[in-house]
Structure formats: C-alpha cells, structure tokens
C-alpha cells in the first residue's frame, strides 16, 4: 500500500462466507449477496494505529489501515468524513413532555461532508477502488444526495458517469450532477424505474449501486469509527439511524467488530434504530413480523426522498444487525417532518434534512415510551443538508 500499510485481505460472501481476491473487479457474490471486506486484525495492530491517530487529519482517510485502498498517496480526497458531534442541550423544549432524565442526545451531522451528506464518505472508496480496479466509467440510480457524491467524486477522479434520478427530484441534484459533467436520466416512480434506464447502454459503466459493490460500506463503516474515538473509544447506548439501502447500519456493525478486533473496544454494542416513512417501510415491517429479509414496499409514498427505498439488496444485514444489537425499527409519519425541522432551527440553530427530522421523530418516540434509561448516550444520525432538497 503506497503511504503505508494495508490490512484488507480479501472479500468474504456476506451470505455463504465464500472467499474472492481483493484486487479484482466485484460486483455481487455468487450467491447474489453483496460482497463484504476481510482484514487482518489483532490487538498489536490496534495499539498501533491508536498511536497514529493524534498525528492524522480529522478526515476518515485517518483510518488508512481499515480501508481497502491499494493507493493511498494516490487516492481522490475532497476531505471527507470527520463530522461533529452536535449535542443538543433544549431537549425540554424540543420534546415538551417527552421524559428523558438526563439522557444526552447528539447528532451526528454529516450535512458538512463535501456534497452535503454522508454519501460523501461510501462513494469516496467506491470511486476510489473502481478507479485503482480499472473501471472505464461509473453509473447509479439514485434519490439524490448518491448521484451527487457519486458525479462529485468521479469527475475528481477523471471517469465517466451516468445517474439515473426518479423525476421528482429536486431541480438542485439535476444541476448539480450535470456541473460535473455526468449525464442525467430520469424517469416516473422510485429509484427502481430510474434505475432501468441504465439497463440500455451500460456498456463501459460499472454499477456501483448501493450494497452491489464492496466498496461503498467501506466508506459508511468510518462513520463508526469516527463516533468510537468521539467517545473516548466507549461506544453510546443508542445510535439512530434514517434507513434507505441501509449500507450506513451494515458498515457501522461492522466498524464495532473490526474495533473490538483490535482491541479498542469491548463487546458492549449500542441499540441501532432504524427509522423508514410509514408509506415506505420494508424494513420495519420484515422486522415487527420477524422475518430474515424484506419484501418489496408496493407503491411507495414519501416525499423523504432518501426513505424512498422500497426494495434494499441488504435487507437480511441490517435485519441481522439491529436483531444482535437488541435494537428497533420505527415507522414515521410524514406529517411530523416539516415542523421538527422547523422546531431543531428554533431551538438549537441546526438546519436538517427530512431523514435527520425522521430520526428526530424516533428519538422522541423512544423517550415517550420510556425506552432510554436515565443517563443514556443517544445518537441521531442528520445525513443530508436541507441545501440538497431545493
């Protein structure tokens, strides 16, 4: 690894634990299953790289020896990562009559990654490996905050891009994406009926949707890595989550385990809570019925277009991971957005997005039912900033 070590070893079938080289072209596992990073890990290891740390940049390229890439002096850096921690201290006031005695609520705000949202961090590595595996161009279907991480990095990158957009989004993303060269289909519906233009001339992209290549959880796995060291390595008793494809929950779960590998944590796991638009949530109902995986959603209904997901290829991981975690899955109604975002700029001077509101919303539902116990850490994760949504 040029710039220092590198502990990837190789891929591993998330489904059947078959093993593939690292350092080929992959996509989805022959089971169908995303493909998911190994690394060699041991406590010796940790110790150093806690040595390392105090001398890096607050950027998630702080953790070189987590991540897969092959050319680190060489790598595409637009200083992602590296976001605040943003307490909020008018809980009383943002939640009349929601009990919390003396639970601390953060958020997470990756609104300040460098295309607005958390995006920034998986597409960074996406964008990076594909370049080091030889991709001629890059391509996705997206709701948004994708494409424009997606278009940013690839033009810094010098590749290629398609985005497919459902045409309900905001005029903002079109532009935007177009800025940086990248060619824009859209089409009615969801991110599923954008997605099929980019059936018809694919050749010369590769795909690089979410959870279909290994690169992206990669990316979303530092925002784990980043709360750990906030917290002094003594991970919260909640973390809340706004679930799309879900790739953000799959790579935290497996940031704590690559962590407690090292010896830099313990087995203690916070409770991860996933939220979803009651008129689009798979997920939570897979998880009130039960089930191992998530059907489909049938005519989804949201205007958070980042929920808008109504099939995620990862399903079964995020089930998996909020199950182990002893964790929840919450269903928002629509109506509660608009003024919980109006509420947060009020009261503590923070703008959000709508999936920051829905977490908002499962923060407060979690209060009200007396889930949090005195002197719990809670925190919510803001992804996108409400600039995006214009």
Sequence with gaps: MAGGERWATELICSRTGVPAPLDHPSFLSPAGAPWLVEYDLDVEKGRRLLAALPNRPWTLWRYRELLPIADFDGRVDLGE???PLVRMARLDELFPGAPFDGVKVWLKDESLNPTGSFKARGLSLAVNRARELGAPGLQL???????????AYAAAAGLPTRVALPEDTPKTVFDRCRAHGAEVLSSPGTLVEAGKLLEQGAEGYWGISTLREPYRVEGKKTMGLELAEQFGWDLPDWIVYPLGGGTGIVGMHKAFDELERLGLIGPKR????IVQMAGCAPIVRAFERGEPSAAAWENPATEVWGLRVPKAIGDFLVLRAVRASGGRALAIQESRIAELIARLARKEGVLIGPE???VLAGV????REGAFRPGERVVGFQTGHPA???
């Design 364 to 367: 407060e539902d979690l209060a």
């Design 356 to 358: 920051g509101a829905a």
């Design 388 to 390: 995006n949504y214009i």
């Design 81 to 83: 990562g590296g976001t």
């Design 141 to 151: 279907a997206s709701a948004g905050n994708a494409a424009l991480a997606l278009t």
């Design 270 to 273: 916070p409770k991860l809570v």
